[in-house]
């Protein structure tokens, strides 16, 4: 899976719990693999400067 957008990702559990780890990733870059399985991504803070947009 690739990032849809660029900023912090926090690694979340099975069932949508936060487990307090993030990932900075670029947008179309992809995404690490997580520690366990069944553990996912979650936009937590985008990136805000516009830098990767096209005109």
């Known amino acids: ?3 849809p957008r660029s900023g912090q990702y926090e690694i979340v559990g099975p069932r949508g719990g936060r487990t307090g ?3 900075t ?3 179309n870059e ?3 693999p997580t520690p366990q399985s069944g ?3 979650r936009i ?3 990136t805000k ?3 990767g947009k096209g005109k």
């Open 1 to 3: 899976m690739t990032a």
């Open 21 to 23: 780890e993030e990932r």
């Open 25 to 27: 990733v670029v947008r």
């Open 30 to 32: 992809p995404l690490p």
């Open 39 to 41: 553990q996912g991504y």
């Open 44 to 46: 937590t803070d985008p």
């Open 49 to 51: 400067n516009g830098a």
